[in-house]
């Protein structure tokens, strides 16, 4: 005889709500990682890497100040969109030192530059080091390659929860409609926060069309979430079937977020 479970929102139910609350969990924790392009997002040297720097702005000029060894690290480069071919100037305790743009970045209108012969005791060195954040010299390569892999687990994830949890016989969702409403919208919404918290506010506007193409892939989500507000037979066959839906809807809806979050991070272009 087969127990028929009463409907409920369940956990098989709300998966596909959760995989717009844990890409907005990434964005969050994209945050420190994004680059401003109004400021300096990093300074290269070949013994440290010295993440946003403090930075006066005059115009499109800026003035950044990096403390090495008790001594004054000056950066200054002209943020301009027409001077990405220039150079910049750097000097170190009022001495003149060789100064790049680093041209490594996918998006090359994030500024960065790097010190090539630019050298001081190891003890200096090793103070910078210690004073930089976790996510110190993060790159497109390591950016790109980290979301990847976050695809790929979260995907594998959302359809081994949908074979084990659609194992049990169980009603159909009486608030299917509901569940439905509240899933696009938020389907919906993480794209446009997630463009807010990785992007300096007036550029959000020029980024605004990135957030279009998660939304398109909603068609993709909301069918799932009715498949899994219908009544679960439990058997075999159908459960391989919401498997399937997890992955391909978790792979592209979350695919094209996650490209977005990359995007507005200013790290690729």
Same mark, same amino acid.
């Given at each position: 005889?087969?127990?028929?479970?009463?409907?409920?929102?369940?956990?098989?139910?709300?998966?596909?709500?959760?995989?717009?609350?844990?890409?907005?969990?990434?964005?969050?924790?994209?945050?420190?990682?994004?680059?401003?392009?109004?400021?300096?997002?990093?300074?290269?040297?070949?013994?440290?890497? /010295?993440?946003?720097?403090?930075?006066?702005?005059?115009?499109?000029?800026?003035?950044?100040?990096?403390?090495?060894?008790?001594?004054?690290?000056?950066?200054?480069?002209?943020? &301009?969109?027409?001077?990405?071919?220039?150079?910049?100037?750097?000097?170190?305790?009022?001495?003149?030192?060789?100064?790049?743009?680093?041209?490594?970045?996918?998006?090359?209108?994030?500024?960065?530059?790097?010190?090539?012969?630019?050298?001081?005791?190891?003890?200096?060195?090793?103070?910078?080091?210690?004073?930089?954040?976790?996510?110190?010299?993060?790159?497109?390569?390591?950016?790109?390659?980290?979301? !990847?892999?976050?695809?790929?687990?979260?995907?594998?994830?959302?359809?081994?929860?949908?074979? !084990?949890?659609?194992?049990?016989?169980?009603?159909?969702?009486?608030?299917?409609?509901?569940?439905?409403?509240?899933?696009?919208?938020?389907?919906?919404?993480?794209? !446009?926060?997630?463009?807010?918290?990785?992007?300096?506010?007036?550029?959000?506007?020029?980024?605004?069309?990135?957030?279009?193409?998660?939304?398109?892939?909603?068609?993709?989500?909301?069918?799932?979430?009715?498949?899994? &507000?219908?009544?679960?037979?439990?058997?075999?066959?159908?459960?391989?079937?919401?498997?399937?839906?997890?992955? /391909?809807?978790?792979?592209?809806?979350?695919?094209?977020?996650?490209?977005?979050?990359?995007?507005?991070?200013?790290?690729?272009?």
């Amino acid at each position: 005889m087969t127990t028929i479970t009463r409907s409920g929102p369940g956990l098989l139910r709300s998966l596909p709500l959760s995989v717009p609350g844990f890409l907005l969990l990434v964005a969050i924790a994209l945050m420190p990682v994004s680059a401003d392009r109004d400021s300096l997002y990093r300074v290269t040297t070949p013994q440290f890497t /010295v993440m946003k720097p403090d930075c006066a702005t005059d115009g499109t000029v800026l003035t950044c100040a990096v403390p090495v060894g008790g001594k004054a690290l000056t950066v200054v480069l002209d943020n &301009d969109r027409s001077q990405l071919n220039s150079g910049c100037t750097a000097t170190y305790d009022s001495r003149p030192t060789a100064c790049s743009r680093d041209r490594t970045l996918g998006d090359i209108l994030t500024p960065a530059v790097i010190l090539n012969g630019f050298t001081v005791p190891e003890e200096a060195a090793e103070a910078v080091r210690a004073g930089q954040p976790w996510w110190s010299g993060v790159g497109e390569g390591a950016l790109t390659r980290t979301l !990847f892999w976050l695809l790929v687990g979260m995907s594998l994830v959302a359809a081994a929860a949908s074979w !084990f949890l659609s194992g049990r016989p169980r009603e159909a969702n009486p608030n299917s409609a509901r569940m439905a409403v509240v899933t696009f919208a938020a389907g919906a919404l993480v794209p !446009f926060a997630s463009l807010v918290l990785l992007t300096p506010l007036d550029q959000v506007a020029e980024k605004l069309p990135m957030a279009m193409l998660p939304c398109f892939t909603l068609t993709l989500v909301l069918p799932w979430q009715l498949l899994v &507000d219908r009544g679960i037979s439990g058997r075999t066959g159908a459960r391989l079937g919401l498997s399937a839906s997890a992955l /391909v809807a978790t792979a592209v809806y979350g695919s094209a977020t996650l490209l977005m979050m990359a995007l507005a991070t200013g790290l690729v272009d």
